[in-house]
């Protein structure tokens, strides 16, 4: 069954402007991740936070994790039309399972130049 | 290319006919996963190997479906008496331990 759960299901911004996707899922995690997916294609990692972790930074992407409300965002700075793509949040459970990787529906990303 | 590679990319196929599907894990991963995307969806895991032993099946996984990885190198999917439900992208997966998992560029079946 699918864990996470993006919000909004689809956004659509002006190049420039920032992008913020949010996730919640249900049990305790070791890590979430998020993932990337043009149409059509395979998904690409982008960045993963771990439980104990409350910020990360990588480039114009931030993320964010409450564990208490066990939700995160996914926040893309500057967007460009090359970021318009689908956003996945993927979380890995703590405990048994551990190894596999549960995503949400995902965010539809359109970037309009 | 050092990457997950997947093949066919792309498959048709009539319903009842069997498929198989390979994967090319990252060549130092010893973890290797699939996982299943239909249209509007995120991707569903399907099972897992780590190194030859496949460790878990999902319930997605019926009686028709089989995974192998000989050597705990490359794997493959097979699907019998494909349906028309099987349609759907089908992705490959591999990490080192319990590492990121990096994905391939998935295989999309059809099932006509």
């Known amino acids: 069954s699918q864990q996470g759960e993006e919000d909004p299901q689809a956004l659509s911004i002006q190049e420039g402007e920032n992008a913020t996707m949010n996730c919640s899922y249900k049990?305790?995690?070791?890590?979430l991740q998020w993932y990337r997916q043009n149409s059509g294609r395979g998904l690409v990692h982008l960045i993963l936070?771990?439980?104990?972790?409350r910020e990360k930074h990588s480039g114009r992407l931030r993320v964010t994790l409450d564990t208490s409300k066990k939700s995160s965002s996914l926040l893309i700075t500057a967007s460009r039309a090359a970021d318009t793509a689908s956003y996945f949040c993927?979380?890995?459970?703590?405990?048994?399972?551990?190894?596999?990787?549960?995503f949400g529906k995902g965010t539809l990303l359109t970037v309009n130049p | 290319d050092t990457g997950v590679s997947q093949n066919p990319r792309h498959k048709i196929t009539k319903r009842g006919q069997n498929v198989t599907f390979r994967c090319d894990p990252i060549?130092?991963?010893?973890?290797l996963y699939w996982y299943r995307q239909t249209l509007g969806q995120g991707p569903e895991f399907l099972t897992y190997?780590?190194?030859?032993?496949?460790?878990?099946k999902s319930r997605l996984l019926s009686d028709r479906f089989s995974a192998e990885r000989p050597k705990g190198s490359f794997s493959t999917l097979e699907i019998q008496r494909t349906e028309q439900g099987d349609s759907a992208m089908y992705l490959c997966?591999?990490?080192?331990?319990?590492?990121?998992?990096?994905f391939g560029p998935g295989t999309r079946l059809t099932v006509t």
């Open positions: 997966a591999s990490s080192l331990e319990v590492y990121e998992q990096y």
């Open positions: 049990t305790s995690i070791n890590n």
């Open positions: 936070i771990r439980s104990n972790e």
């Open positions: 993927a979380v890995k459970r703590s405990g048994g399972s551990n190894y596999k990787l549960t």
């Open positions: 060549s130092e991963h010893n973890r």
């Open positions: 190997f780590q190194n030859e032993a496949q460790l878990e």
